[in-house]
Structures are given as structure tokens and as C-alpha cells.
């Protein structure tokens, strides 16, 4: 069992949080959607996505061809790129009635809720230090952390047949049958649980008027460290005021440790029979087992695909869509008392009060701060230009410290 904070979708007030400090993660803007697929390995085995022969490879403009009911597997790891997949495949693909199960597996990532603050659900630092992908996803709900051991479970439908508890009560069975010491619950929030309250899944979901998706995660092989690192907050004890939806932490467990034969391999190949078995109810229906790679040139379909991808890669997707939140910070700068308030609005800076003992200093911060952004190199240049020793340095230092603990 595993006691770390794998995260369910529920708010949460402020005198809830647990806080650690941390260091900005900046996305890097990938210039090429062509994404080699990579095998990985667990322990125990490696773990071949295309491993079974019964997965037929496809493209996107092969699309008029699956059936009513398909399982489609990514061979990529990268999250943006499965996470613009999933977008695109939920408005292009089900008007017609099509039912769609994707299965992925990302390179460890920190995924967060659309109307969540990374500062608040991940350690920014531990992030950049052990190269993790930060990424904001469009369904709603709580930071939740992936890595190879991680299978990540969409069902893509038409907006009418959305089932969310039915479909993660089907999942449920799904790995009760080929593990029967395996006996997972669904709870109201939408979680999968173990007997003793560990969980093993959080799920989240996204709504349009061209179709919806309710996706998951399913631990079968956790990497407890990193898990409960990532997800630790930057933003330390200043908070004052916060519109995000917060996480709510959780003891979680893996289903390898009650199952040392469960790997995301032989749990890929159990949903992806069950579903074109279980959901065929009429009998009446065409059902295909695909596997999906980017692709090696930009036809007209993947480039629609390329520019959700190209877009969730970006400050202003992953950062700038925070919600309002406002800090109050308390600093000393020789011997001099400093009070600030400041509240930002899509990572802008759209109040800012500066309270010392010299009015001067205070006009000229309260000019400087009004406005910016939160990009760490902007702050960077405005300690620069002040002189990092100098009392206004110093106070910019101070202040870009609680976003950047090593800048």
C-alpha cells in the first residue's frame, strides 16, 4: 500500500491544503507532432503497446472506416499530444453514434484540471529537476500524476449516451474478472477504491455539444516517490484567496501489488475485448481494435490534430488559463518592513499593494509589478534591471521567490 496524495476531483477551502515549497516548470513548445513510439519497461516486463497482432494500425483519415464501437490505442507517451488526440477524436468522431474507447500511457507528466493553479497542485521545482511534463487538460477535476505505470482510460461517445458510474462500474469488472482478488468500488466522487479505502483511480470528464469524454487513470504499477513529489504545492502559506478547484489528497495503492501479474499490457487487452463484447448489445454492430501513431506527414485531418496539440503546449494554455487567486507576503529587507498584496487574473498581475516605510519605493514597485505576467523570465529581467542588490531588487526577489523558490 501506498500513502501518497493521488488526487480525486473535489474542492477543497484553503485551510485544507498542504503546502511545500517549489520552482516554474515552462513548457516547451515542441516544434514537431511527428512522435516516434517508444516502448517502455516496468521491473517486471517490457510493455509493448503494439504488442498484440490483433490491433490493426490506422490514421486518422482512415476514420470513415472504424466501426460503431472501436478501441483505439495511442502509441505515443507524450501528454499533450494523447491529450489533443482525445479532444479532437471527441468533436470529429461520435456524431454518428460511434462509441470510442482510447487507451494511453504518458511519460511521466503532472496533468491538471482546466479551473485548477499549477502553483497550488504541483511542485514546480521537482517537476524541472526530473524532467516532468506539466500539462492542463480540458475536462474539469484535480491534478493527478502519470508515468509509464499509469493507464489512462477515455470513453469517447455522443453526448446522449454519456455514462459516466456505468462506465467506471464496467472497468471495475473489467479487472475483477481477470483478477478476481482484485475488488474494486466506485464511489460518489467518481473514484475507484480498493476494500480499504486506497485508491486507484480518479476520473474527470468533458462535455460539448459535439460529443463528451469521461476519462480515468487506472495505477497498475505506481512510482510512489515521484507520485507524491509532483503533486506537492509551490505556493507556500501566502495564499489568500483562491477560484480554482482544488485536490483532494488520497491514500492510493497500485493493482500490481495485489496482482503481481497485472501489467497495463494484459489490463489494455481486457478492456479492448470486453468493449467490443459488452457494448455490442444488439449484436448489430461493426467493432475494430486500432492502434494510432503520429503521423509522418501533415495531411488536413492531423493538422486539426496538431493544433490542439500545438496549443496545449503553450504558456498561455498551461499557465495562462489560472484562475483569480491573490497572495499576502511578509519580508524584512534591511531592517525594513515589507507588506504586499497582490492578485493575479490569468497569471496577470491586476492588484498590487505595496506598503513600507518609504513612499517613493512604494509608488515605484506597486508601477513596476501592476501588469505583469507570470513568466519567470520576466521577473528575472525586472531584477536585473533593478540590481539584485538594491532595496527594489531585493523586494522583486522576494516576491518571485514564492513562484520561483531558486530563481
Sequence with gaps: MLRAPLCAFKTLSLAQRRCTSGSVLQSSVLQSSVLQFTSYSTPNRTTDLRSVHSWQPTEISRVAEWGDLVVLRSTSNNVHWNLALEEWLSQNTVSTGRHILLLYVNTPSVVIGRMQNPWLESSLAYLRDNDITLARRHSGGGA????????????????????RCSRLKWVTQCVHSAWPQIQLTVSDKGDMRLPNGDKVSGSAARLTQRGAYHHCTLLV?????????SLEPTI??????SSSTASRRSAVSDLQSYAG??????????????????????????????????????????????????????????????????????????????????????CCTTQCTVTCSDPAVETHVHNQIKGM???????????????????????????AALFWPEI
Design 221 to 229: 504499477q505506481a512510482d510512489s516517490h515521484s507520485l507524491f513529489s
Design 144 to 163: 493527478v500524476y502519470h508515468d509509464r505505470g499509469n493507464l489512462n482510460i477515455s470513453f469517447i461517445t455522443p453526448k446522449s449516451d454519456y455514462h
Design 236 to 241: 507556500q502559506d501566502s495564499l489568500t484567496l
Design 261 to 346: 501479474d497485472c501489467t497495463i499490457e494484459r489490463v489494455c487487452e481486457e478492456l479492448g475485448e470486453r468493449f467490443v463484447r459488452d457494448f455490442n448489445t444488439t449484436q448489430d454492430k461493426t467493432s475494430s481494435l486500432l492502434s494510432i501513431s503520429a503521423p509522418s506527414h501533415m495531411e488536413a485531418a492531423w493538422q486539426q490534430v496538431n493544433k490542439y496539440y500545438l496549443d496545449s503546449t503553450k504558456w498561455d494554455w498551461t499557465y495562462g488559463r489560472t484562475p483569480k487567486f491573490g497572495i499576502h507576503h511578509e519580508k524584512i529587507i534591511d531592517g525594513k518592513s515589507l507588506f504586499i498584496d497582490m492578485q493575479f487574473d490569468r
Design 373 to 399: 505576467k507570470l513568466l519567470e523570465s520576466d521577473w528575472k529581467n525586472l531584477i536585473a534591471s533593478a540590481g539584485a542588490a538594491t532595496f527594489c531588487g531585493q523586494v522583486y526577489q522576494s516576491i
